[in-house]
């Protein structure tokens, strides 16, 4: 499958647990987004990332949140102390990184907050 | 003033009409426009993207952008059932390399028998 990778597909945390999102980008492409989508809500950009680079993280919580995309393996999103109100879809993109390139997005992790 | 805009619907159409899904967006120097397709409980799915004015056909789809209006369209002929999903009107942002997509809250089209 040469699409983009999201893993877990779903995620059971109880408050102010640790919670790590995963995303392998399609073949060839090296940009990464992840994208948040509350219940009920639109799509909103957290942050964009290169490898071992965060470009543009204009969108991330200041506080708990983190994301990587190093060298070797996947994108991480980090939540950490989760709370009630992180329980959303969380969707990653990605695309060849030029600019106006088409995001395409993986199948998203569902993260639900006990 | 939400930076991108569409009407939530649903849109409701019988099968073999054509469906009409609008979108503005609010800055005018937003360059590439990008339409998905979310089925419930499902991912963005890419149908169209368009970068300059005019229409742009794919199939069963056509998009439209009028950047002077500030305004881009989606077309579905010939509508079928399995076209029912929630549109997304997707808008670059030009920070970030212009890598950043604004996402509008989507509008449902529903495809009656």
């Known amino acids: 499958n040469a699409g983009v990778m999201q893993n877990p597909r779903h995620l059971v945390r109880r408050r102010g647990q640790e919670a790590r999102l995963r995303c392998s980008p399609m073949k060839g492409h090296s940009h990464v987004y992840w994208y948040r989508q509350l219940p009920e809500e639109g799509l909103k950009f957290m942050v964009y990332l290169q490898k071992e680079n965060i470009i543009d993280e204009s969108g991330m919580p200041k506080e708990r949140f983190s994301a990587e995309f190093p060298k070797e393996g996947p994108s991480i999103l980090r939540i950490q102390q989760v709370v009630r109100g992180d329980s959303a879809a969380y969707f990653c993109?990605?695309?060849?990184?030029?600019?106006?390139?088409?995001?395409?997005f993986g199948d998203g992790t569902r993260l639900s907050i006990l | 003033q939400k930076e991108v805009e569409q009407n939530s619907g649903p849109l409701s159409v019988p099968e073999g009409a054509i469906a009409s899904l609008n979108c503005t967006y609010s800055d005018r120097g937003s360059q590439s426009f990008f339409w998905y397709r979310q089925y419930s409980g499902k991912s963005p799915e890419l149908i169209m993207f368009i970068y300059s004015n005019g229409d742009k056909e794919d199939g069963r789809f056509t998009a439209q952008l009028n950047k002077a209006s500030q305004y881009v369209s989606l077309l579905i002929r010939d509508s079928q059932p399995s076209d029912s999903a929630t549109y997304l009107c997707?808008?670059?942002?030009?920070?970030?390399?212009?890598?950043?997509?604004?996402f509008g809250t989507g509008t449902q089209l529903k495809v009656e028998l």
């Open positions: 997707a808008v670059n942002a030009l920070t970030g390399g212009g890598n950043k997509l604004t």
């Open positions: 993109a990605s695309s060849l990184g030029t600019k106006n390139q088409p995001q395409h």
